[in-house]
């Protein structure tokens, strides 16, 4: 199943105002939640409040958003951007997002071998970096069902 595009936005009123979106659907809007762990391109971290206001960009893993109650409910991101301010207010905006319970394993399993092998033929640098990319995703897919 492909991936539809996502936004989430959420806040730490804990964190405040938190907001997980996508292009497609809105996960979280303005909600308060305790904690949200991303994975960005300069490694995984924890948002708690009061965290120092940073933007990064975010790489293709799951992002885990910690309610209140002590449940969580965790998300597949292909890439974007994940925004925590002063106010301790973030906002995540990803390019394709999906809750990882979703997706499937041998799918992904089978869509990362079939990249793979259409690695080698290519020449052409576009056609490559989208294979490249499709590599990605679905090795950090695999990697978070396992």
Same mark, same amino acid.
């Given at each position: 199943?492909?991936?539809?595009?996502?936004?989430?936005?959420?806040?730490?009123?804990?964190?405040?105002?938190?907001?997980?979106?996508?292009?497609?659907?809105?996960?979280?809007?303005?909600?308060?939640?305790?904690?949200?762990?991303?994975p960005?391109?300069?490694?995984?971290?924890?948002?708690?409040?009061?965290?120092?206001?940073?933007?990064?960009?975010?790489?293709?893993?799951?992002?885990?958003?910690?309610?209140?109650?002590?449940?969580?409910?965790k998300?597949?991101?292909?890439?974007?951007?994940?925004?925590?301010? /002063?106010? %301790?207010?973030?906002?995540?905006l990803?390019? @394709? &997002?999906?809750?990882?319970?979703? #997706?499937?394993?041998?799918? $992904?399993?089978?869509?990362?071998?079939? /990249?793979? %092998?259409?690695?080698?033929?290519?020449?052409? @640098? &576009?056609?490559?970096?989208?294979? #490249?990319?499709?590599?990605? $995703?679905?090795?950090?897919?695999?990697? /978070?069902?396992?």
């Open positions: 199943k492909p991936l539809d595009a996502a936004l989430l936005r959420c806040s730490l009123k804990i964190l405040r105002n938190t907001s997980l979106l996508c292009l497609l659907q809105v996960f979280f809007k303005e909600a308060n939640v305790k904690q949200i762990d991303v960005t391109l300069t490694g995984a971290f924890g948002i708690l409040p009061a965290h120092v206001p940073t933007l990064q960009v975010l790489r293709p893993g799951v992002v885990t958003v910690f309610n209140d109650d002590g449940s969580s409910t998300y597949f991101v292909s890439s974007g951007s994940v925004t925590v301010n /002063a106010d %301790s207010s973030v906002q995540l990803a390019e @394709e &997002a999906v809750p990882l319970d979703s #997706l499937d394993l041998a799918a $992904a399993k089978a869509n990362l071998e079939k /990249a793979q %092998s259409e690695l080698g033929g290519i020449s052409d @640098e &576009a056609a490559r970096a989208g294979v #490249l990319i499709s590599i990605e $995703a679905n090795e950090a897919i695999v990697k /978070a069902l396992e």
